[in-house]
Every structure is written in structure tokens, then in C-alpha cells.
């Protein structure tokens, strides 16, 4: 297997999807290539940046308007 070939194996992995079989593949191929390595450190720093950011709440007005109408069909 070539790196593009590992593209979405590499992101199963970043967020623990990877089947045990898929994880094992992948971290052969990390161990042999230092591009797919500093692309998976680069990934894991935006995904830990990411989850870090608050996620806003949403006014509960809102939910009782959405509720309402939903409640009506």
C-alpha cells in the first residue's frame, strides 16, 4: 500500500474508528514513513485544537419553538 491509499485509514485512526486489523496496518505503515507521520502529528494538533473550542448552547427558546411546531404536524 502507498500513503493515498492509507488517506482514510489515517483518519479512522486519529479518531479510534480503526478496526484492530486497520490500526495495525497503519501504525507498519507510520513506522516506515515520515511524511504520513508528520501529517498524522499535524491532523491530531487540529483535531485537539478543535475539541478544545466551545460549543454554544442552544437558547431554549429555540428548543420550545422547534418542539411546538413539531408538536402541530
Do not use: Q
Not at 24 to 43: I, Q, S, V, Y
Amino acid at each position: 500500500m502507498n500513503c493515498s491509499d492509507l488517506d482514510d485509514l489515517a483518519l479512522l485512526s486519529l479518531y479510534g474508528e480503526a478496526s484492530p486489523e486497520g490500526e495495525a496496518a497503519w501504525r507498519e505503515h507510520l513506522a516506515a514513513c515520515d511524511p504520513c507521520r508528520a501529517a498524522r502529528d499535524e491532523r491530531a494538533r487540529v483535531v485537539a485544537a478543535g475539541r478544545g473550542l466551545a460549543t454554544p448552547g442552544v437558547p431554549e427558546a429555540a428548543v420550545a419553538r422547534v418542539l411546538a411546531a413539531a408538536a402541530r404536524r
